[in-house]
């Protein structure tokens, strides 16, 4: 175990270290001369100059590279060239509201998968109906539900609001997750709101990988039914239900979580485009936001950011399926 | 209670095989006229259409089922039905370049890892590990935001990121087929090099290759929406099924139409391809493949 953890860690090193090299290729690629861009299209050459000089931008480029490495692991994203404020300022109350919205999502998702899991082993055409239904929705892009969603249920139905992630921002809570805040506080009424705030972009964006799970759970449920260990377990009068609970949702929950990286990056892209739509002040609307005003130093690191969330996540979550599956270990 | 009582003599999966027998189910079957009829409408729609998909032609916001205007004008008095009808084209059109590129691009890069071996072989498998350990979609938003909002910037950008799982996919069938009978034989009756990868691999990979890409192509459709919709795309007044629905959202409240059916088009076109892609999985399934 503990050379599995430390070969996992390095490869998450070496991950992450790639990830850097890839976002300052990117930086020093683009379009935009970040000199130029910092001073004004109209800047005299001499100021270009000096300005490129204090930047570090006339050296090498391994010594840029490594300037901006360290820079990174001090927790120095760069500039904003929009607001010229430090990107790391700007995003600091945007991660908790993004990771919020994504604990949430992926809530949804995995009730939604174990529902659907359940149905899709049903026959009838009941199920049929509504594995079509489900298939269709996890076909359509997400910024589609979130519209349906909101002319449903806020302007039909009026259950939920539809903008922001709070209606009145009264508590200014420790940790920026704002149910969490609001339960701290004592105050109840905080906390419904964000929740009710809460529900419809966490439902749009996890309705995708819900589905998607699902069927690999599915698939996973009904092998481990058929399997030779269930028969053996038949054959010791063990019930149905313990079949299923004990040993089939155990095998079956490890390919769904091997499968969990992929859709963790697909609900990320996801609830870029759900904070656009519900003005949810988290890293994706600061995202869409920078790249409609070519600000690629903030759109940098947005992506540092969630590829690091990303990358550290499914590093957990292979140490979680080692411990859950034995098998994991070998290969 | 969960119960699987068709499971317990296997009997629920010798009915599916049999089943898959049929080359398509009926619904699937449906799905790939209808896709069929989707690209035909797409390619021919804006030919026909009396109106230009980016200069006004009658009063603004008119709601579906207007006269002359079936699906309705928009804010600035344009026919959204031929504006979807030249996106949807667009989008079909990009998708299926973008699953070109990319599976050409791995399946190359697959094949000589898989063929050459050793440690050009390690290199390049490495290199996919790591790019496979990003979370795809944000990296090509990165890049394509890098390389300046456009379409073709969007497509670079998710070519980049996904060309390693193509590359995965061609080694192992490089090297399963480089183990086979019809190989060997190849090889002892003196084919070498390239002309042995030409004339007897990559026939059997390129099959699996082809059909896996075939199959992402409806993902590929909402994956270039969204970046669309996020503003990576063409900038407006591109008519892009994606910049329309994000550009329409501020009328949602009086003209839900503006926003939802350039969004509609875009499931529905993901939808029939993801269905048709599933029979032609299925269909591979029942061949053994």
């Known amino acids: 175990m503990a050379k599995f953890l430390l070969r996992r860690a390095g490869s998450l090193v070496v991950v992450l270290l790639s990830l850097s090299v890839l976002v300052f290729v990117l930086q020093r690629i683009g379009k935009a001369d970040p000199v130029r861009a910092y001073l004004g299209a109209n800047a005299p050459a001499l100021a270009v100059t000096q300005a490129r000089a204090k930047f570090g931008l006339d050296q090498p480029m391994l010594v840029q590279y490594w300037n901006y490495l360290v820079g990174l692991v001090h927790g120095d994203l760069g500039m904003s060239y929009s607001t010229r404020r430090p990107v790391t300022v700007e995003l600091a109350d945007k991660v908790p509201a993004t990771l919020e919205l994504a604990v949430w999502a992926l809530f949804f998702a995995i009730i939604i998968a174990v529902v659907l899991a359940g149905v899709y082993s049903l026959k009838g055409p009941v199920s049929g109906v509504i594995r079509l239904v489900f298939f269709s929705l996890a076909s359509a892009p997400s910024f589609l539900l979130a519209t349906l969603m909101l002319l449903l249920f806020f302007m039909q139905l009026h259950w939920f609001p539809a903008v922001g992630r709070i209606g009145d921002p009264s508590v200014n809570g420790p940790t920026g997750f704002y149910v969490l805040d609001g339960l701290l506080a004592g105050n109840l009424a905080y906390s419904w709101d964000a929740v009710q705030h809460l529900v419809l972009p966490a439902l749009a964006a996890s309705i995708g990988p819900g589905v998607a799970l699902a069927r690999v759970l599915a698939d996973g449920l009904s092998f481990g039914m058929g399997s030779n260990y269930a028969r053996t377990a038949r054959s010791l009068a063990e019930s149905e239900r313990s079949i299923l609970f004990r040993h089939a949702l155990r095998n079956a929950s490890s390919p769904a979580l091997s499968m969990f990286g992929v859709l963790a990056g697909s609900m990320l892209s996801s609830l870029v485009v759900v904070e656009q739509i519900f003005s949810w002040n988290g890293l994706g609307q600061y995202l869409s936001t920078a790249i409609t005003s070519a600000d690629f130093p903030a759109v940098a690191g947005v992506s540092l950011v969630l590829g690091a969330v990303y990358v550290v996540l499914t590093a957990m979550v292979d140490i979680v399926l080692a411990l859950v599956d034995p098998r994991v270990k070998l290969a | 209670m969960l119960s699987f009582p068709d499971l317990r003599l296997d009997r629920g999966r010798i009915r599916r095989t049999g089943r898959r027998a049929l080359p398509f189910s009926l619904g699937e079957s449906i799905a790939l006229v209808c896709l069929l009829l989707v690209v035909i409408a797409s390619i021919l729609g804006p030919i026909v259409s009396p109106y230009s998909p980016i200069i006004p032609s009658g009063a603004q916001l008119l709601p579906p089922g207007s006269p002359g205007h079936l699906f309705g004008t928009d804010n600035l008095g344009l026919d959204v039905l031929t504006r979807v009808m030249v996106g949807a084209r667009t989008s079909l059109f990009a998708a299926v370049v973008t699953t070109a590129c990319t599976s050409t691009l791995g399946l190359i890069l697959g094949t000589i890892a898989g ?175």
């Open chain 2, 115 to 289: 063929v050459v071996g050793g440690w050009l072989d390690n290199i390049l498998m490495r290199i996919t590990d790591v790019f496979l350990a990003f979370p795809g979609p944000i990296v090509a938003m990165a890049i394509s935001a890098a390389l300046g909002a456009s379409l073709s910037s969007s497509i670079i950008g998710i070519a980049i990121v996904w060309w390693p799982l193509y590359a995965r996919l061609a080694r192992g069938e490089v090297r399963r087929t480089a183990t086979s009978m019809h190989v060997e034989a190849a090889r002892m009756s003196g084919s070498r090099g390239i002309s042995l990868v030409l004339r007897h691999i990559l026939p059997s990979t390129l099959p699996t290759v082809a059909i896996s890409a075939s199959l992402d192509i409806g993902g590929v459709i909402a994956v270039l929406a969204s970046l669309s919709f996020i503003g990576l795309g063409t900038p407006a007044p591109a008519p892009e099924l994606g910049l329309m629905a994000s550009m329409g959202m501020q009328y949602l409240l009086n003209s839900w139409w503006v926003p939802v059916i350039p969004g509609l088009v875009v499931a529905l076109l993901a939808l029939l391809c993801n269905y048709t892609g599933d029979g032609l999985r299925g269909v591979l399934r029942a061949r053994g493949v």
